[in-house]
């Protein structure tokens, strides 16, 4: 996500809300009478489009859960307006990354709107994954719900919600994401290849230490299960 | 009796703004220094993370970070033939405690006072002729503050620097810049960092202001517009318009505060020491009373030690740096019956209000996505920046469309007429709360001689030791010149596109139940003569030469802006005469 882009949200969304609805710019500059509805975007999940865009289910699942790798992100239930910034970044090399950057820009305007709508509204369950070093878990914890005072690196969850649960509508959830995605995308940041939240994540990404990294990561893979085990009942 | 401890070279009553910025400056000059600070220790982790720190019933309705009024409350009335009664719950002004102090809920609004105010009579009487402040009011006790603004802008530049100000200069050593304030002081240079992005209630500001023929531009921020490292080396993150800044502490890391921009840089020398939950009970005197020989406090178990020191800074609450002098019997206490005396004169606060405006449906304002400091706002009635000569008042007010929140138990505005609670309360709140724009004037005051701080002859604190009493109105001086600038204002509102403006305005008499501004100036305050002033031109107590008081409490009067930067400036001036003349020569650095 990016926090750049949130900002000038902040400042601009009233006058964006106004004129288009729904934030969603680059559907409003091709077409401002259709709404995405996801239907298509459904399709170009199973199918792909012409234009060198495979089916997105190859690697994320037809229900947006991808497999238990980790290497590929969890994107069911993500913020449509998320979803749609991280593939304009994909597109415009903010997110460099050479699987999807060519997918992003094989997408029309409002293919994009189209699939990032069919997969905000995709539920998947979470997989059933084995349980992480409780050691780096515990760190993890600490740096999610109260941050690093010697690092001066805030809690995860100011921004991402209560667990990690995401503050749509620009801020992904983390709760019960891959560990292996999310350590991956911090060090992308603290590598200088992730460009699409200077302001912040890169702020935040450099402070971390690699084992710090990889603490949060295993942090909110498991800390939805956790809590479904502790607030849901026993189907 | 109380135990006496080691001896120290410096001891700060409080670790806020001014305690821990005077601590810095003196413990890199080697000296020891102990800082007491009568509340609890707290940091940006763990104690100011989210979701707790956004606790609207905590921090805004209880007052989570105010100093505990059931232990120290102060005293309020009007006039000195009212008999005063202890503010209970703080409303009109909120004293912060605990470590880093009022400076950590603070807004961030960080403006510089301008050239005149700091000669502010000499300035009136120059330019309107001697009899014109009489005019205004025979009990107006303006005075000039024995600093100029030149002497002043290299520690504004420092202490900007310090917080890493987001902002667009307007006048650059003389040079108007585009995109600033025009009026604004002459500043050596830019800004740290650039402005903060205009929202949307801003933009409608700004438009509405510049059919006028006004200037806006953007208010000055201490919640940052981009990262920065300060010459501390500490680094300031981005805010991201949370819209909790002032009653509650940053978790981000963009608010400029001391735990984020000189506390780390501070609490790891060892020849300094932190002491909290130490309340400061007075500040002894040697037998001639011309030299203080340290301080006696209590700690949390009620355990009383003596702390001997070299030299005494009092850098409490301005409030508070008041009582403090009270209470150890430095300087003559002020009599309004005589006018003798000199602690407790010219105390000041702040003119306020401003008017509400409501607009369509269709203009979404979205007022939670905000922060302390990122209004649009315009100086044509600051100070004295519009001519006087005519009006029969002295004083301005800048005027802005600032909104910090849009937090729910406090901010619903309804229009006029609504009832206060029901079905039609609630219809009125979801219609106008996300169309709604506050526009707020914020002010001179100007010092009377019937306002002034002594000790309450009644009430008396946890400790066994006198409350403070404060005696103030607004003099009616004041009254008109914010009602004259109300008018104004409505015009642009209405230019703004407001279908009801509804209109602000300071009134009196002045209440201590409806928040209007933490800024409480004056008591100790500064100046060239002993016989009107409590402290010298560095802040270095006229009677007792080891003893400073620094802060809001030195000011004469209070200026237009929020008066936190120019605090932080006075801070360095001071401590710059301390490091360079008295640690040298101790001993009175201006002789009466």
């Given at each position: 996500m990016s926090s750049g882009r949130f900002i000038t949200l902040a400042g601009f969304t009233a006058v964006a809300i106004l004129h288009i609805g729904f934030g969603c710019c680059a559907l409003a500059a091709e077409s401002s009478t259709r709404q995405p509805d996801g239907a298509r975007g459904a399709v170009i999940a199973a199918q792909g489009v012409g234009t060198g865009v495979p089916a997105c289910a190859q690697c994320h699942a037809y229900n947006g859960g991808s497999d238990g790798t980790g290497a590929f992100p969890r994107i069911a239930g993500q913020p449509v307006q998320y979803l749609v910034a991280q593939l304009q970044d994909f597109a415009s090399g903010a997110r460099r990354n050479a699987v999807m950057s060519p997918i992003a820009k094989g997408l029309s305007p409002h293919d994009l709107a189209e699939v990032a709508a069919y997969y905000a509204n995709a539920s998947a369950p979470f997989l059933p994954l084995k349980a992480g070093d409780q050691t780096l878990i515990k760190r993890g914890e600490q740096l999610a719900t109260f941050g690093d005072e010697s690092k001066r690196v805030q809690a995860c969850n100011n921004c991402h919600g209560p667990g990690g649960a995401g503050e749509p509508p620009m801020i992904p959830y983390l709760a019960g994401q891959y560990a292996h995605y999310t350590a991956f995308e911090l060090q992308m940041w603290k590598r200088g290849y992730r460009k699409n939240s200077p302001e912040v994540m890169l702020q935040i990404a450099k402070k971390l230490d690699d084992q710090d990294i990889q603490a949060v990561a295993a942090y909110f893979q498991q800390v939805l299960s956790s809590s479904r085990v502790a607030i849901m009942p026993k189907e | 009796m109380a135990a006496r401890l080691k001896p120290v070279d410096v001891v700060t009553i409080g670790v806020g703004l001014t305690g821990s910025l005077a601590a810095l400056e003196l413990v890199k000059a080697g000296l020891k220094v102990v800082g007491l600070e009568r509340g609890a220790p707290r940091y940006t982790v763990p104690d100011f993370q989210s979701p707790a720190i956004h606790d609207e019933l905590r921090f805004s309705i209880r007052k989570g970070m105010m100093q505990d009024n059931v232990k120290e409350a102060m005293t309020f009335r009007n006039s000195f033939d009212e008999t005063a009664l202890p503010i209970r719950r703080w409303e009109s002004f909120l004293p912060g405690t605990g470590l880093g102090g009022s400076f950590v809920h603070w807004n961030g609004q960080s403006f510089r006072f301008q050239v005149a105010d700091f000669i502010y009579r000499t300035h009136i009487e120059q330019r309107y002729g001697k009899k014109f402040l009489e005019a205004c009011g025979s009990e107006l006790a303006i005075q000039d503050w024995g600093v100029t603004y030149d002497e002043l802008e290299p520690h504004f530049d420092r202490f900007e620097y310090l917080l890493g100000v987001s902002g667009k200069a307007g006048n650059i050593k003389g040079q108007i810049q585009p995109g600033g304030n025009p009026f604004e002081a002459p500043r050596a240079r830019e800004y740290p960092t650039p402005p903060m992005k205009e929202p949307y209630f801003g933009a409608l500001f700004r438009r509405g202001a510049e059919s006028l023929g006004y200037h806006p531009y953007p208010q000055p921020s201490a919640n940052l517009s981009q990262p920065y490292t300060n010459p501390e080396g500490l680094e300031l993150q981005q805010c991201v318009f949370c819209g909790f800044?002032?009653?509650?502490?940053?978790?981000?890391?963009?608010?400029?505060?001391?735990?984020?921009?000189?506390?780390?840089?501070?609490?790891?020398?060892?020849?300094?020491?932190?002491?909290?939950?130490?309340?400061?009970?007075?500040?002894?005197?040697?037998?001639?009373?011309?030299?203080?020989?340290?301080?006696?406090?209590?700690?949390?178990?009620?355990?009383?030690?003596?702390?001997?020191?070299?030299?005494?800074?009092?850098?409490?609450?301005?409030?508070?740096?008041?009582?403090?002098?009270?209470?150890?019997?430095?300087?003559?206490?002020?009599?309004?019956?005589?006018?003798?005396?000199?602690?407790?004169?010219?105390?000041?606060?702040?003119?306020?209000?401003?008017?509400?405006?409501?607009?369509?449906?269709?203009?979404?304002?979205?007022?939670?996505?905000?922060?302390?400091?990122?209004?649009?706002?315009?100086?044509?009635f600051s100070g004295d920046n519009f001519d006087h000569s005519q009006l029969g008042f002295i004083g301005g007010q800048y005027v802005g469309a600032i909104m910090t929140g849009g937090r729910p138990i406090e901010f619903h505005p309804t229009p006029p007429g609504t009832p206060k609670w029901g079905l039609e309360w609630k219809q009125a709140v979801a219609r106008h709360y996300n169309h709604t724009i506050l526009i707020q004037q914020h002010g001179t005051s100007t010092a009377s001689r019937l306002n002034y701080l002594d000790l309450d002859p009644t009430y008396k604190d946890a400790w066994g030791q006198p409350l403070l009493r404060i005696t103030f109105d607004f003099p009616d001086n004041d009254i008109r010149m914010s009602q004259y600038i109300a008018d104004k204002v409505v015009e642009i509102g209405r230019a703004m596109g407001g279908k009801i403006v509804v209109r602000g305005g300071q009134k009196r008499p002045y209440t201590t139940t409806e928040y209007q501004s933490t800024h409480t100036c004056g008591g100790a305050i500064m100046g060239d003569n002993p016989n009107t002033s409590v402290v010298n031109r560095y802040l270095q107590c006229w009677d007792v030469s080891n003893v400073f008081s620094l802060g809001g409490s030195a000011f004469p009067q209070n200026g237009t802006y929020n008066y936190t930067v120019t605090i932080g400036a006075l801070t360095y001036w001071a401590l710059d005469a301390i490091k360079n003349k008295y640690l040298k020569a101790p001993g009175p650095l201006v002789h009466a």
């Open positions: - | 800044c002032e009653r509650y502490a940053c978790e981000h890391f963009a608010k400029a505060s001391p735990q984020t921009v000189i506390l780390p840089a501070l609490l790891n020398r060892s020849n300094y020491e932190l002491r909290t939950n130490c309340q400061v009970l007075r500040i002894n005197l040697d037998s001639t009373r011309t030299k203080a020989t340290g301080v006696t406090y209590a700690d949390a178990s009620g355990t009383e030690y003596e702390q001997p020191a070299n030299l005494v800074l009092i850098t409490a609450f301005p409030l508070n740096n008041v009582r403090m002098l009270l209470l150890s019997g430095i300087g003559k206490p002020y009599d309004p019956r005589t006018g003798e005396g000199v602690v407790g004169r010219n105390y000041t606060y702040q003119t306020t209000g401003g008017p509400t405006v409501f607009m369509d449906e269709d203009i979404n304002v979205n007022p939670f996505m905000a922060s302390g400091a990122n209004g649009t706002m315009i100086d044509d």
